[in-house]
């Protein structure tokens, strides 16, 4: 569900209660229950029949854009145990919502973000974030770096291993054989 503080349980509760998602998949949240329930009684959202994975966690209070201790370490404890669902089989794929970077440091929790935490559980040492769309893929070269930093992370080493990963992906993950790839952006995410 992301950081209980920030826009990932508001997000999550207005996409169940949309219903596309369910037509498509089965749907489990992973989290602290007590936070849905903050954040569907502030704002008025009926959602209902939401199968929660509950976190081992202290009863929380949501303070909506706090940045603090015990929210980073609910957000990471929901990411570790969705990242240990799917290795375990329970779960086919995980969604993430946002987190605050400096509240799961604050947490004791040192990493940039859900890719390299993820990379680390799963010893992976070739990865890439990546945002799909129906028609859309974007792989990332450079990751959770200040923009500053972003030059010295794109070097032609970084541009071909990526430029690997993601035409592996898409032959495997997408089934295209002769994907056309653009290489563009200086901006981390390319949007940001």
Not at 41 to 64: R, Y
Not at 74 to 101: E, Q
């Given at each position: 569900?992301?950081?209980p ?6 997000v ?9 998602a369910?037509?498509l ?6 989290g ?5 329930d903050?954040?569907r ?5 009926a ?7 509950p ?18 370490d ?7 145990l969705a990242?240990?669902?799917?290795l ?19 947490a ?12 680390d ?14 028609h ?11 923009l ?5 992370e ?11 990963i ?18 563009l952006?200086l ?6």
């Amino acid at each position: 569900m992301g950081d209980p503080n920030g826009v990932g349980p508001e997000v999550l509760l207005k996409i169940l209660k949309d219903g596309q998602a369910q037509q498509l998949c089965s749907i489990e949240v992973v989290g602290q229950p007590s936070v849905l329930d903050y954040y569907r009684d502030q704002l008025n959202l009926a959602v209902k029949n939401v199968q929660i994975t509950p976190i081992e966690a202290s009863d929380f209070h949501p303070h909506p854009g706090r940045i603090g201790r015990e929210a980073g370490d609910i957000a990471m404890k929901s990411v570790a145990l969705a990242v240990d669902m799917c290795l375990d089989g329970r779960a086919d794929a995980m969604v993430t919502c946002p987190i605050s970077k400096e509240a799961i440091s604050l947490a004791g929790h040192h990493f940039p973000g859900h890719t390299e935490y993820i990379a680390d559980r799963t010893k992976s040492e070739h990865y890439q974030m990546m945002m799909v769309s129906d028609h859309l893929r974007v792989g990332l070269v450079s990751g959770h770096v200040p923009l500053n930093r972003v030059g010295e992370e794109v070097t032609r080493e970084a541009i071909r291993e990526a430029l690997d990963i993601m035409v592996a992906s898409l032959h495997r993950d997408f089934g295209l054989q002769s994907p056309h790839i653009a290489v563009l952006g200086l901006n981390p995410h390319a949007g940001d």
